[in-house]
Each structure stands twice: as structure tokens, then as C-alpha cells.
């Protein structure tokens, strides 16, 4: 069974930087891109990027760039999302999904809340 | 960035009843949409994809249809568990874009 497990929900400080991880099973983990969704205000969804874990590319939303650093551990099929100077603005739930080129995202992690708060 | 315009943002069905949701995209899209439920607390559930294709299991009360940049969503003989918001999503471009969402709720 595939599953994308992610990590718990955080509340962190407006300017830190915080990782949020997505451990993958139930497939061959470098068969499929790893994309990363966010979620504001309950409702709109934007795409921040991918990242292959067989060779470590990466492609990015323009409006992420800087903002998004997506990596993976193969040892662990894990990927992780490195969120930078975090702002009010970055307060939003945060997803997973795996994608097979040129198909759609086909499963999705159940998301990590991110609450960015002094 | 390709857009995708989905309508209505919100509608009410009945149970057993028929509903109906679009997407108008940017540009053409070449077929490749896919349709997702979405329920409070989970991740996305992909229904279909590019335009027409149901996923594994999904019931055959759910379909899509559409080419260029108009695409619809259909749900029938609608069951209690439907209630969900249901997005839209182009995979034409690298740059995917997801429509605003259609809240779908009781009447």
C-alpha cells in the first residue's frame, strides 16, 4: 500500500526556517517525482516544486523560489521541505504527493499545518 | 501561468441527485486535467485523470469530459460521503495550477 507519511503540525517564530519531512512506502521511492503543495486560508492550493529523488533535480515555482528548499534521503525514502524565513504569509497546511511524469499527482501525504506566530 | 477558472466556488445537492462543476483553462490543456476530492484533515484523493480517466476503484458515479480549455466534473446518484471540496488541476505545463475549489454540501 503507498503511503506518505508527513511530519506533525509546527508553530514557529516569524523569521526562522523550519523542515517539514514526508517518509514514502509502499513503492519504489526514486520511481516518482516528490511534489509539494500548500494550502492557505483552507482553501486555494499552489504548487511549490518537485524533486526527483533518483538524480536529486529539482524544479521550482517561481514564487517559492528562495522561499522552498526540497530535498531527499534515499537511505530513508524521505523527503523533506525546508521552509526559510518564515513569515505570516507561510501560515498554511503543506503537502506531499507523488507524481509519474506525465501523469497527475497520485497519492498524497495528509498534510502538516505550519503556523507561523510570535 | 496557465489558470484555471473553476466554477461555482460552492454548491448544494441532494442526496441521489446530480451535480456538475468546470474548468476553464488559460490555454489549451491538451486533456491533461485531473479531478480531486478533498476532505478536512487528508490529503487530496485523485478521482480522474487526464480529463476522463477514472482511478482505480473510484466509482463509475463520478466522470469527466472536455478538450482545449473547458472542462467539467460530474457527480451522480450523489452519497452522503461525496460531500467534500473538489479541485481541479492542469498537468499540461511544468508549472501545474490547481482550480479555486468547489465546496459541495447537502441541500
Known amino acids: 500500500e503507498v503511503q506518505l507519511q508527513q511530519s506533525g503540525p509546527e508553530l514557529v517564530k516569524p523569521g526562522a526556517s523550519m523542515k517539514i519531512s514526508c517518509k514514502a512506502s509502499?513503492?519504489?521511492?526514486?520511481?516518482?517525482?516528490m511534489n509539494w503543495v500548500k494550502q492557505s486560508h483552507g482553501k486555494n492550493l499552489e504548487w511549490i516544486g518537485l524533486?526527483?529523488?533518483?538524480?536529486?533535480?529539482?524544479s521550482y515555482n517561481q514564487k517559492f523560489k528562495g522561499k522552498a528548499t526540497l530535498t531527499v534521503d534515499k537511505s530513508s525514502s524521505t523527503a523533506y521541505m525546508e521552509l526559510l524565513s518564515l513569515t505570516s504569509e507561510d501560515s498554511a497546511v503543506y503537502y506531499c504527493?507523488?507524481?509519474?511524469?506525465?501523469?497527475?499527482?497520485?497519492?498524497w501525504g495528509q498534510g502538516t499545518s505550519v503556523t507561523v506566530s510570535s | 501561468d496557465i489558470q484555471m477558472t473553476q466554477s461555482p466556488s460552492s454548491l448544494s445537492a441532494s442526496l441521489g441527485g446530480k451535480v456538475t462543476i468546470t474548468c476553464k483553462a488559460s490555454?489549451?490543456?491538451?486533456?491533461?486535467i485531473a479531478w480531486y476530492q478533498h476532505k478536512p484533515g487528508k490529503g487530496p484523493r485523485l478521482l480522474i485523470h487526464y480529463t476522463s480517466t477514472l482511478q482505480p476503484g473510484i466509482p463509475s458515479r463520478f466522470s469527466g469530459s472536455g478538450s482545449g480549455r473547458d472542462y467539467s466534473f460530474s457527480i451522480s446518484n450523489l452519497e452522503p460521503e461525496d460531500i467534500a471540496t473538489y479541485y481541479c488541476l492542469q498537468y499540461d505545463n511544468l508549472l501545474l495550477t490547481f482550480g479555486a475549489g468547489t465546496k459541495l454540501e447537502l441541500k
Open positions: 509502499g513503492y519504489s521511492f526514486t520511481g516518482y517525482t
Open positions: 524533486i526527483n529523488p533518483y538524480n536529486g533535480g529539482t
Open positions: 490555454q489549451d490543456i491538451n486533456k491533461y
Open positions: 504527493a507523488r507524481r509519474a511524469t506525465p501523469y497527475a499527482m497520485d497519492y
